[in-house]
Each structure stands twice: as C-alpha cells, then as structure tokens.
C-alpha cells in the first residue's frame, strides 16, 4: 500500500479540521432529535419513479470524454481513455444494516456486474453513503487500483484487496494515473464507522487533472476557506461535483447548504456545477427534491451554468448542452409552484446533458 503523509493534523490519533472542530454535543444533539420529530416535510421521499436512462453496453463502448451520475456521489467518469468511479454505493441501504437505514430512492441506472473494468476507484471518507463494503466486494476483481485518504486503506485490506493496489494520498499530495493527475484536497467533514472510530482516518476531496477536462470532486465538506485555496492552488476547473444534499443549519460545518455549495463551486474557479449527494437517500429534513430546486434557482440568479442530468445520463466533460429540471414535476405536486418558475428558468427541451446556462 502507498501512503503518503504530511498536510493534515492528528491530535492523539484523530485527525481534524483545518478550520473548524467539528464534534456535535449533548446540547447538539438535543437539538437535532427535536428537529427530527418536529419536522413536517411533504415530500421526503419521491412519490413516482425517479427517472432513470439505463447505461448500455453500445453507451459505454463510445470514445468520448464524459460522466454519468449512478446515484447519491456514485459518478462513472471516463476520462483519457480511463474508467474512473467515486465513492461506488450501490446497496439498499446506506447502513450497516441492510434492513434499516436509509433506503434508497432508484436503482442504480446500470448494475454493478455491468459496469467496465474500473482504472481508478476513487474515495472521499469512509461513512456508510459513500464507502459500501459489498460493492468494493462486487467490484475487488475488475478494479485496477484504488486512490483514497489516510487510513481508509485498512477498511479496504480488510475486505480482502491487495495492498499493492490501494493508493492513500494525504491533502495536497498528487498521484499519477496515467495522463491524469489524482490529488487529495482539504475537506471540513469528519469520519467514522463505529462507536469508537470517530475520525481515525481521514476525508478529502479530489483534484482530477486530464488532458481532456479538469475535474473537482468535493467530497463531503462544510463550506470553508480551504475552496478558495484549491481554486489556487488547483484550479481552474472545467466541472465541479458539488456536494449538494443533506443540508440543514443543526450541521452545516460538515455539510454545505444550497448557497454555500454554489460559492464553493465559484471559490475552486469550476465551470459548470453538477449538484451531487442528493436524489437517492433520505439523510435530512429536507424534501428529496429541494437540493436540486435550490441550487437550480441560485444558479440562474448568479449566472452559474450548472448541470442536472438524469441518473445514467452522459454529461459530456467537452461539449455543452441545454437542460432539464427532471425533478420539477414532483416537486409542482408538492409545493404547487413549478420549480422552473421558482428560479425563472425557461422549461427545458430533453437531452443527452442536462445543462442549464443564463
């Protein structure tokens, strides 16, 4: 296993944040439990199918540079002739059990046989929505190699995968994967699995510099300055995979809301913003679709491009495209106001990349 140390801090074993400790009190904790009984939502769950474009074989023998959204921070990315996945969650349950917690919303719009032989398995931190053991499991034979922060690699051995193959970067350290350049960036998040594991390893975004297209992963973050200095240091960049879900004022150091998660998308010097960590669970005491309602309306207000495509529909990382609000219908159900008028965005023709420009 390559590890490689150096930026982050550890205070007796624990790693932390470069700006903010984020740890929830007993007072903290009241006050979530009270927002959780008390919350009145109209739609926490969809009320129809979430639409889906199944990913064929014929869709993925195609040369071009582009990515699909699988579900929640499950993105398929080829890139430089590479297969690259993140944080692959594919189970019914972000949980460590499979009969309670979290449920997911859709299916996965191909299966995780399906899939092509992945070059790079790429992981943010090791919580239950974004490191799902039986998928590294499904996935161990056809993955070449494996890139994630300090300490996640234990998880890994554990489910059998070679340490010749896992790859942990600490924030700011670059590794090569062909022509393109993997770098673990800070993150304001903590981690953990367990009772007594709470931020034993580490959390991080990513850098993904092809020659193609410059990609930003974010991970899970609290908005912080450490964006501002990946636009620096890193940027510019010409897509952005912006945490933007699971929001709520009780916890917003370790999840950005809707406002923050754009100025962090313009902080990295990103392009076109496509909205992530929202659409397949349930993690919040938000309605499932206002992540995408939001975001959408703050984009246009702000002359941000941002892109919402259908689960399993290319983006493509080079060519632009228009758009659709494929949510908006649930959402007009609910709350009786289109979404499209909400952010006084015209309706938008179906497509192939879900792009919405001002």
């Known amino acids: ?187 304001q998040h903590f981690s953990g699995r367990g009772l007594f594991d709470r931020d034993a390893t580490l959390w991080a975004g990513w850098a993904i510099h092809g020659e193609q297209a410059r990609v930003f992963f974010s991970g899970d973050s609290g908005y912080f300055p450490g964006f501002a200095e990946i636009g620096e240091r890193l940027g510019p960049f010409d897509v952005t995979l912006m945490e933007t879900g699971a929001y709520n004022e009780l916890w917003r150091d370790i999840h950005m809301m809707p406002e923050e998660s754009l100025q962090a998308h313009l902080d990295v010097k990103g392009q076109l913003m496509v909205p992530i960590h929202n659409g397949t669970f349930d993690l919040a005491l938000h309605d499932w679709f206002e992540p995408l309602e939001r975001i959408r309306a703050l984009a246009w207000d702000r002359s941000v491009k941002i892109a919402t495509p259908i689960f399993g529909e290319a983006l493509s990382l080079t060519l632009p495209g228009s758009g659709s609000d494929w949510w908006a219908q649930e959402s007009a159900i609910s709350t009786g106001v289109d979404a499209r008028e909400k952010g006084r965005a015209p309706a938008a023709e179906s497509s192939m990349v879900g792009i919405a420009e001002s």
Do not use: C
Not at 77 to 82: A, P, R, T, V
Not at 93 to 99: I, K, L, N, T, V
């Open 1 to 187: 296993m390559s590890q490689q140390t150096g930026e982050a801090s550890k205070i007796k074993g624990r790693f932390r944040n470069s700006h903010k400790v984020y740890g929830a009190g007993l007072g903290d904790l009241v006050g979530i439990i009270k927002a959780y009984l008390g919350a009145k939502r109209s739609a926490p769950s969809p009320k129809s199918a979430v639409p889906l474009q199944p990913i064929t074989p014929a869709e993925l023998a195609r040369p071009q540079a582009r990515l699909y959204r699988l579900g929640h921070s499950t993105v398929l990315m080829y890139l430089d002739g590479k297969w690259l996945l993140t944080d692959p969650v594919f189970s019914e349950r972000a949980s460590p059990f499979q009969w309670a917690g979290p449920k997911r919303f859709h299916q996965s719009p191909i299966a995780i046989e399906a899939l092509p032989d992945i070059d790079g398995l790429i992981l943010s931190h090791d919580h239950y929505d974004h490191l799902d053991t039986a998928a590294i499991k499904a996935l161990a034979a056809r993955v070449k190699h494996f890139y994630m922060p300090l300490g996640v690699g234990k998880r890994l051995i554990r489910l059998g995968i070679d340490k010749a193959r896992i790859t942990e970067l600490d924030w700011w350290q670059s590794v090569q994967l062909g022509t393109i350049e993997l770098t673990a960036t800070p993150a």
